[in-house]
Nanobody, 124 residues
Framework: QVQLVESGGGLVQAGGSLRLSCVASGRALNMYAMGWCRRAPGKEREFLGGITWSATSTYYADSVKGRFTISSDNAKNTLYLQMDSLKPEDTADYYC?????????????????WGQGTQVSVSS
């Protein structure tokens, strides 16, 4: 099975950018559809977007569309989440996830493997 480790979180001012990384080990990244979710304090987990296992298609939740970009580098077995124009309401723990099969998967429940998360804080 695949193991996932996120990194790249931190503190950033509103309007700034961060790039999160998710390194996969144990299996090749292109065996899975991949996704990103977040959980803000006191809120339920929110699906942000994903990428098919062929990396030919990406899809996003309305809350981040146009600001966040998902990409992958199969040679590095790494998934990325580029976050631009960050807002204080983007403050959350961010998780990458893998789902068996080609995807696309639009619900967090469709992903069976999860990383430990990385924290993002956006100050106003």
């Amino acid at each position: 099975q695949v193991q996932l480790v996120e990194s790249g979180g931190g503190l950033v001012q509103a309007g700034g950018s961060l790039r999160l990384s998710c390194v996969a080990s144990g299996r090749a990244l292109n065996m899975y559809a991949m996704g990103w979710c977040r959980r803000a304090p006191g809120k339920e987990r929110e699906f942000l977007g994903g990428i098919t296992w062929s990396a030919t298609s990406t899809y996003y939740a309305d809350s981040v569309k146009g600001r966040f970009t998902i990409s992958s580098d199969n040679a590095k077995n790494t998934l990325y989440l580029q976050m631009d124009s960050l807002k204080p309401e983007d403050t959350a723990d961010y998780y990458c996830a893998a789902g068996q099969g080609p995807g696309p998967y639009y619900r967090s429940s469709q992903y069976g493997y999860w990383g430990q998360g990385t924290q993002v804080s956006v100050s106003s």
